[in-house]
């Protein structure tokens, strides 16, 4: 018999809590550090709404497929976050789901109880974070900015945005419904981020880890809200830092009900995961230092004509000295 599928909620305190763990944590430059505290954060619980895993991920409603005999997918969470930056608001979808298998085995079980229920490390879980919308912001968020002058500045930088070819790219990914999303599937596959599909299976020897991160998405999430640090994979650490991937570190045992997130909304699969999407991030990041070390060691030529004619110049000079040096020997051997 399926069991009732537990619907995870979250609450915005728990994303900026999340947000200055982080920045406590990693300590960015005070430039980067100011524009990360600079955000207005707004979360807001989907509820029980199918994800659409087919068009993620290929399969047929991969949330209600059973796996290992009779256990399915327990646990959902699916919300959208908003960003706002200075110039900016950018609405990210998160979709998570994933089962919570009770181990008998107490050699293979982890940290994450409550009332004696401890969680193993078998299941499986499906993870996405796409592009919801975006929008530039006319107005500052603060009023009192709002004068001649900062109106001046903030047109000629809301401008050069628009120009930028990564974020015209984020502003035309607003949402389709869902039936224009079923005729033209590749219109949601452009817009993730990040997907994730983990299954571990111990006592079958199971483990199964695909993963993909959208570089293209992670620099234009990067240039819209956080242009002041240099890589895209700071983007993509920051946001697998919050609670819409819900990792093990979340858990809080405080007392304030509103403050607090269960045990039933973290799941240590999630651990995994993010570690396999940061992995394959700085697999990419890399590719892309080691490309453009490759492009600065290249010594182009603007003019292909003068390129020749020196190529020509060194060719006659090189025999020039061939045909001395020839001369010298025979003068020496007469």
């Known amino acids: ?5 537990i619907v995870a909620t979250l609450t915005t305190k728990a994303f900026e809590r999340a947000l200055a763990a982080y920045i406590d944590e990693n300590k960015p430059d005070p430039i980067a ?6 955000w207005t954060l707004h979360w807001e619980n989907i509820g029980a709404e199918t994800a ?8 047929e409603d991969a949330c209600n497929t ?26 990210l979808q998160f979709c998570c789901a994933w089962s919570s298998f009770v181990d008998k085995d107490p050699s293979s079980l982890l940290s994450v109880s409550s009332n004696s229920t401890k969680v193993s490390n078998n299941g499986m879980l499906l993870y996405s974070c796409r592009v919801h919308s975006a929008e530039l912001c006319e107005h500052p968020k603060n ?25 015209a790219k984020l502003l035309t990914m607003n949402n389709t419904t869902k039936q ?12 993730v981020l990040a997907k994730a599909r983990i299954h571990v299976d111990d006592s079958k020897f ?5 993963v993909d991160v959208s570089e293209t998405i992670a620099e234009a999430l990067r240039r819209a809200l956080w242009s002041s640090t240099e890589s895209s994979l700071d983007m993509i650490e920051v946001l697998l830092a919050l609670p819409s991937l819900p990792g093990t570190q979340h858990n809080s045992n405080s007392s304030t009900q509103s403050s607090s997130i ?24 890399c590719e892309k230092e080691g490309e453009g070390e490759l492009i600065q060691e290249l010594s182009i030529v603007e003019n292909g004509e003068d390129a020749i004619k020196q190529t020509g110049k060194a060719n006659d000079s090189n025999q020039q000295k061939r045909h001395k040096k020839k001369q010298k020997q025979s003068k020496s051997k007469c």
Not at 66 to 91: M, P
């Open 1 to 5: 018999m399926e069991s009732e599928k």
């Open 206 to 210: 199971v483990l199964e880890e695909r």
């Open 52 to 59: 659409e895993w087919r068009d993620l991920f290929g399969e």
């Open 180 to 191: 224009q999303q079923r005729q033209k599937p590749s219109s949601l596959v452009d817009s």
């Open 66 to 91: 059973f796996f290992d005999g009779n256990q399915n997918l327990t646990h959902q969470l699916q919300g959208n976050l908003t960003i706002q930056s200075e110039y900016l608001s950018v609405k």
């Open 262 to 285: 269960s045990f039933t909304a973290t799941t240590p699969l999630a651990n995994r995961a993010k570690l396999r999407l940061l992995e394959d991030a700085m697999l990419d990041e």
């Open 33 to 38: 550090k100011r524009q990360l505290e600079s």
């Open 143 to 167: 009023t009192d900015d709002d004068n001649k002058t900062n109106q001046k500045i903030r047109q000629k930088m809301i401008k050069r945005l628009q120009q930028d070819s990564y974020i």
